[in-house]
């Protein structure tokens, strides 16, 4: 069965500091891997895609990495800001280009809020 | 990058009314969407795939005559909540499936409309 886990569910820090959100997943067959942010009252928008092969993509202070090995990734927030607040999805896609056919499987996010 | 428009972005409605939801592909043409519904700190819910020129296809649990959905171009989908009830207040987001020239995929999100019904 396809599962996107993440976590944790929730995570308060404070300014600066940095953080780590983990998103583990069993896909079959991988394409890719999406870390979204969502801020409240607002559609998802894209920080970083992976795919099979890579193993690190950094967006700003934000970082993801890929295990497809141990099928984990993880999102890493350097020196957080109050507007890093927000929930972060993890979406996995499943399929292959020769059939076209694509699945998505979100994970439930990681609420995240940053305190000054 | 592809960007998709959503709007209304808020709506209020009185109890029995329809409201209709637009998304929009801009600058590239989105033969797929997809419709979810978001319940406050739950993560997005897949209501429908919707496919241009063709009948929409409805998770378990969605009622389909409720939530009519329309593509009928390559770059708009319409949701229309027909008969709104309070029930039916939600945050509703669209988005768009991207194709790469190499042949990798993704997808796009509207930026979601808050429904309140009333």
């Known amino acids: 069965k396809n599962q996107v886990e993440q976590s944790p569910q929730s995570l308060i820090i404070l300014e600066g500091k940095n953080c780590t959100l983990q998103c583990n997943y069993t896909v079959s067959p991988f394409s890719n891997l999406r870390w979204y942010k969502q801020d409240t009252g607002r559609g998802p928008v894209s920080l970083t895609i992976?795919?099979?092969?890579?193993n690190t993509k950094s967006n700003g202070r934000y970082t993801a990495t890929l295990d497809a090995d141990t099928k984990q990734s993880s999102l890493h927030i350097t020196a957080s800001q109050l507007s890093d607040s927000a929930s972060y999805i993890c979406v996995v896609s499943a399929g292959t280009s020769s059939s076209g056919t694509y699945k998505y499987i979100f994970g439930t996010g990681t609420r995240l809020k940053v305190l000054a | 990058g592809a960007v998709v428009s959503q709007h209304p972005s808020r709506v209020i409605c009185k109890s029995g009314t329809s409201v209709k939801i637009e998304c929009r592909s801009l600058?590239?043409?989105?033969?797929?969407m997809f419709w979810y519904r978001q319940f406050p700190k739950q993560s997005l819910m897949l209501m429908a795939t919707s496919n241009e020129g063709s009948k929409a296809t409805y998770e378990q649990g969605v009622e389909k005559d409720k939530f009519l959905i329309n593509h009928a171009s390559l770059t708009l989908s319409t949701l229309t909540v027909t008969s709104a009830h309070p029930e039916d207040s939600s945050f509703y987001i669209c988005?768009?499936?991207?194709?790469?020239?190499?042949?990798?995929?993704?997808?796009?999100f509207g930026s979601g409309t808050r429904l309140t019904v009333v």
């Open positions: 600058d590239f043409q989105a033969t797929t």
């Open positions: 988005s768009a499936r991207l194709t790469s020239p190499s042949g990798g995929d993704g997808y796009t």
């Open positions: 992976m795919t099979f092969s890579e």
